[in-house]
DNA sequence: CAGTGGTCTAGACCACGGT
DNA sequence: CCGTGGTCTAGACCACTGG
């Protein structure tokens, strides 16, 4: 009885795998080309290229042409942070999801909002003020800022049930963005909205989002004292 | 003079991006099928294929067989958290970079980091305690425990001028590892050698490494104060 | 059962970049 | 120049899954 499968692409990557973390191939090694792996395995260069090329992707191994394929030395490694909506993630952990608007009002952007995210001084922008809770505990206290050039409909919204960042999604989807993540000590108002100590340190996340070149929003999210963020890679 | 270049997977990928963008395919929409498409960019399906993977990898569509292809309704954002050696990362900011063994110890694993990292208890580990500078001022304090069942030959390392990540990364690459982050307030520890005022809060990045199934290290990586993390999606 | 994506093939041409 | 990876093609079969 033959089990034979017909090698695939993943047959590939995890044997190229194997025999890296085997140190058959060691760090900064010469790999057989595309050519000579086809023959080995059986299978079209096509296959072995793309075994190859997710491999690649994940820094495994570098490629070049000419000089061909080498097992990287130094791999930057890659941990993927997952950002989900918060009620999403807060009903991921079993918990009741409640949503609270503190604030709201349309001003002029203040110069440092500014000069953060690109906006003309004294654009007007929607400042807002959310509470999102677990289960009634606190949870992230989240101050926002909306480009109403962008989102011109944002002045429509209503934000009393429903957070921005939910609504903005529906809205702008698939825009591009950049993160920061620092610890920060609670001021007056985190310490009252997150029931922690003023000065105790926090987690928080900034946020700034364009749309195709256009920047529409800047979200600083600052977490419940204990707060930890997980990934793997 | 045709200008036309052969229609290409990455014509196709951004052709469709930009519908994607524009509503002309709104969320949740169903995408023609991979024929369909191939018909109208005139390649070939798998040119296509290629596309949409790419777009499914990235989260922007979901892909089914029989059903199709749709846009994506509630993409799940994925962040890219590049974690490179701290000598790179610090030499990257044109920073002279100095490292300094603190403290070296082989003892038996304290029962919260066997519990930690899945060991037995009392196995031996070698205990590090390091400090990573950026022009001369601290800018991590590092806290490692290591494995020696998985690593032995680590007893014999010599962590006096190069770090012990670095040397993980040599003896046991491509591992695969979990990291969580958070925000901690400054122990007398750590205000001493990150020069911070105690109880300020700091930025920690925590992450344990198994090598095939192994756990290898569990390392704690405390941040100068004002540290923040960056990254782009 | 039949439609749709998932993958493989064998061959081809191209583009980059050492030599 | 010419070897190596990058990509495309046209066709084929498979595997999952909705109806």
């Known amino acids: 009885m033959?089990?034979?499968?017909?090698?695939?692409?993943?047959?590939?990557?995890?044997?190229?795998?194997?025999?890296?973390?085997?140190?058959?191939?060691?760090?900064?090694?010469?790999?057989?080309?595309?050519?000579?792996?086809?023959?080995?395995?059986g299978c079209a260069r096509a296959t072995v290229n793309r075994a190859l090329r997710e491999l690649a992707e994940r820094g495994i191994i570098d490629r070049k042409r000419k000089s061909g394929t080498r097992v990287a030395v130094a791999p930057v490694k890659q941990a993927k942070l997952e950002i989900a909506v918060m009620r999403q993630q807060i009903e991921e952990i079993n918990a009741t999801y409640r949503y609270a608007l503190v604030k709201q009002q349309q001003i002029p952007a203040p110069s440092w909002l500014a000069s953060?995210?690109?906006?003309?001084?004294?654009?007007?922008?929607?400042?807002?003020?959310?509470?999102?809770?677990?289960?009634?505990?606190?949870?992230?206290?989240?101050?926002?800022?909306?480009?109403?050039?962008?989102?011109?409909?944002?002045?429509?919204?209503?934000?009393?049930?429903?957070?921005?960042?939910?609504w903005l999604l529906a809205e702008v989807p698939f825009s591009?963005?950049?993160?920061?993540?620092?610890?920060?000590?609670?001021?007056?108002?985190?310490?009252?909205?997150?029931?922690?100590?003023?000065?105790?340190?926090?987690?928080?996340?900034?946020?700034?989002?364009?749309?195709q070149q256009q920047p529409v929003t800047f979200v600083r999210m600052t977490f419940h004292p204990g707060y930890r963020m997980s990934t793997q890679y």
């Open 2 to 41: 033959q089990e034979q499968k017909r090698t695939g692409f993943q047959d590939v990557r995890d044997e190229v795998l194997r025999r890296i973390e085997d140190r058959i191939w060691p760090q900064g090694a010469l790999l057989p080309t595309e050519l000579e792996l086809a023959t080995e395995f």
């Open 116 to 166: 953060q995210i690109g906006l003309q001084a004294g654009a007007q922008v929607l400042h807002l003020h959310c509470m999102h809770y677990a289960d009634n505990r606190p949870f992230q206290f989240e101050e926002r800022w909306i480009n109403i050039d962008a989102v011109p409909q944002v002045v429509e919204a209503d934000f009393s049930h429903t957070g921005p960042n939910e």
């Open 176 to 211: 591009n963005a950049e993160i920061t993540l620092s610890a920060v000590a609670a001021n007056a108002q985190l310490a009252e909205f997150l029931t922690s100590s003023p000065g105790a340190p926090l987690f928080q996340m900034e946020r700034t989002t364009w749309f």
